[in-house]
């Protein structure tokens, strides 16, 4: 792939990650999310940050599904 | 050696009809989620690999459930 | 029907198992596939159980990934980690979409880091992946789902209240705007 090509989709995603970042500030039960214990909220937080919920799942000590389950009660949507 | 006859669609409801008839329903009832759901797929199909899968053990270990839980292996 | 086979991830499965109309599934594919990895990922008792349910009736199967699916997969992890800016797609993300391209099965996935993969890595670029929104859209071509012409959004919105996943906001416009004109063609 050609370097301009690269860039011109590093910008796309760029793009759709910065949308998705404020829906995802904007939806999240921040109450609830400051409630938690410590490892279970960075990695809320990290997730409305990066929207990676691999990464998020693992800073928060669980498996994919229940991180997810913890999203909803988070009210934090996951926007793909 | 003859060749055994080989499996009829009536075989294979029997078979669910047995394994259906046997089973400790209680026993299953209280097991966790994917103990509980492992031993209905296997009760309903008689796969014991797919079950054990489900499950998330080797298939000794759930051949060692299934025994507890009163579901026949029927051959 | 309109494709044989898909294969889903744990990222699809998670979400797409909450949604009330979660059986249309199996009027699109004849079946869909489950890889082992995915399936152990798997762990509320409303997903288990709509999966175990839909692997006895066979809309589902297990997939058992063979060592070289898992070695190219692993390869894939490896190439998406070098490139800068992108979610890194993980291992049972990467299985399916290799899988995928190995079988020209449909992927079904939420997952980033596998669109990044799709979009930026040749091994995979010829890889088909759906969304849920992609099986939305479908499903109302099919007329598997019908539109309510008086409020056409209404399909995207019980998906997206059921589970707490929005659609990108250019999808959702233009998918809103492609079902404003299949109601204008059906009058």
Not at chain 2, 8 to 28: G, L, S, V
Not at chain 2, 35 to 60: C, F, H
Not at chain 3, 54 to 74: M, N
């Amino acid at each position: 792939m050609s370097a301009e090509k690269m860039s011109k989709k590093i910008q796309k995603w760029i793009e759709l990650e910065e949308e998705a970042k404020r829906i995802r500030r904007v939806m999240a039960d921040w109450n609830f999310i400051e409630k938690q214990p410590p490892r279970i909220k960075e990695a809320l937080k990290y997730y409305v940050e990066k929207g990676d919920i691999r990464r998020a799942s693992l800073l928060a000590g669980m498996n994919v599904e229940e991180f997810r389950e913890l999203l909803r009660k988070a009210k934090i949507p996951v926007i793909v | 050696m003859p060749a055994g006859n080989p499996l009829t669609k009536e075989d294979i409801e029997e078979a669910k009809k047995i394994r259906k008839a046997m089973a400790d329903w209680n026993f299953i009832e209280k097991q966790p989620p994917r103990i509980k759901e492992a031993l209905k797929y296997y009760i309903e199909t008689g796969d014991m690999y797919v079950a054990s899968r489900i499950a998330n053990l080797t298939i000794e270990e759930f051949n060692e459930i299934r025994i507890k839980a009163r579901i026949p292996n029927v051959a | 029907m309109l494709h044989e086979f898909a294969i889903a991830d744990t990222c699809f499965l998670i979400d797409w198992a909450r949604y009330r109309r979660r059986d249309i599934l199996f009027k699109l594919f004849k079946t869909v596939f489950v890889p082992e990895a995915v399936l152990r990922e798997v762990v509320s008792e409303n997903t288990i159980s709509w999966i175990s349910r839909w692997l006895a009736k066979g809309g589902l199967a297990l997939y058992t990934e063979d060592p070289s699916e898992i070695e190219e997969a692993r390869k894939l992890v490896e190439k998406s980690r070098r490139i800068p800016h992108i979610i890194p797609v993980d291992l049972p993300e990467a299985l399916c979409l290799i899988i995928g391209k190995r079988r020209n099965y449909i992927v079904l996935t939420e997952n980033r880091g596998a669109l990044m993969a799709v979009d930026f890595l040749e091994e995979v670029n010829n890889v088909t992946v759906w969304r849920s929104l992609e099986i939305l859209v479908k499903a109302i071509e099919k007329e598997i789902l019908s539109i309510d012409c008086n409020d056409p959004e209404k399909i995207l919105k019980e998906y997206m209240n059921d589970t707490l996943h929005i659609f990108p906001r250019r999808d959702y416009n233009r998918v809103v705007r492609w079902m404003h004109e299949l109601c204008q063609r059906r009058k």
